[in-house]
Nanobody, 117 residues
Framework: QVQLVESGGGLVQPGGSLRLSCAAS????????MGWYRQAPGKQRELVAT???????NYAQSVKGRFTISRDNAKNTVYLQMNSLKPEDTAVYYC???????????WGQGTHVTVSS
C-alpha cells in the first residue's frame, strides 16, 4: 500500500498562484509516475501533469506554460506550481502514484482549488 497526503489547495483570484504538494509513504514502487489529476463539478477526472522518477514529464495542453511539476525523489514528494490561474482551473486536484511497468495505482484524498474573484 502507498499513502498519499496532499496539501496546498485553497481559494485564489484569477491570475494568482498556488503550490500543491503530495508526499508518498509506504511501499513505493521503485519506478513510478507521480502526478496530478483534477475533477471539476460535472466533469470527468483529467490529467494535469505527471513526472516519473526517471525524468519523464507530461502536461495537459490546457496547463502548459502555466503549471510546473517537480519532484523530490529523496522525499517521495511531488509538487505542482500553478501560475496564472484561471476560473476554469477550479477543481478537486488529486495526487496519483502508479507503477511504470505494472498496474498498481494509488490516489490521494484530493485538495480543492477554487479560482474566483
Amino acid at each position: 500500500q502507498v499513502q498519499l497526503v496532499e496539501s496546498g489547495g485553497g481559494l485564489v483570484q484569477p491570475g494568482g498562484s498556488l503550490r500543491l504538494s503530495c508526499a508518498a509513504s509506504g511501499s513505493i514502487f521503485s519506478l513510478n509516475h507521480m502526478g496530478w489529476y483534477r475533477q471539476a463539478p460535472g466533469k470527468q477526472r483529467e490529467l494535469v501533469a505527471t513526472a516519473s522518477n526517471i525524468g519523464d514529464i507530461n502536461y495537459a495542453q490546457s496547463v502548459k506554460g502555466r503549471f510546473t511539476i517537480s519532484r523530490d525523489n529523496a522525499k517521495n514528494t511531488v509538487y505542482l506550481q500553478m501560475n496564472s490561474l484561471k476560473p476554469e482551473d477550479t477543481a478537486v486536484y488529486y495526487c496519483n502514484i502508479k507503477e511504470i511497468f505494472g498496474v498498481s495505482s494509488f490516489w490521494g484524498q484530493g485538495t480543492h482549488v477554487t479560482v474566483s474573484s
